[in-house]
């Protein structure tokens, strides 16, 4: 089992700063990019911003200006830096990383995700 650990969220007030971080089990030998993504009640898991190993970035219109996706890759860490938090920004959110990982001996390459971690944004 390969899972990322995610720490940092909470309850916030509107326009109020979080910043998530993430970190891959030492079995992961090669990360290809991190990202995180959310999960609202009632609502689909969606992307909220990516980061290549060559330090590309996407970032979702609804967090753009507000949220800053950073990577060390010898570390194989990922943060979110969120800014001016709304309300509708309330979610579980995800880590991710599509990464080379040791298991059994075996390289598996494949899309490792974390248990999420709650963010709530009071209005």
């Known amino acids: 089992q390969v899972q990322l650990v995610e720490s940092g969220g909470g309850l916030v007030q509107a326009g109020g700063s979080l910043r998530l971080s993430c970190a891959a089990p030492g079995n992961i030998v090669t990360v290809n990019a991190m990202g995180w993504y959310r999960q609202a009640p009632g609502k689909q898991r969606e992307l909220v911003a990516t980061?290549?190993?060559?330090?590309?970035?996407i970032y979702s219109d609804s967090v753009k200006g507000r949220f800053t996706i950073s990577m060390d890759n010898a570390k194989h860490t990922v943060a979110l830096q969120m800014n001016s938090l709304k309300p509708e920004d309330t979610a579980v959110y995800y880590c991710?990383?599509?990464?080379?990982?040791?298991?059994?001996?075996?390289?598996?390459?494949?899309?490792?995700w974390g248990q999420g971690t709650q963010v709530i944004v009071s209005s």
């Open positions: 991710n990383a599509h990464a080379v990982a040791m298991i059994a001996g075996w390289k598996s390459e494949r899309d490792y």
């Open positions: 980061i290549s190993g060559g330090g590309t970035t």
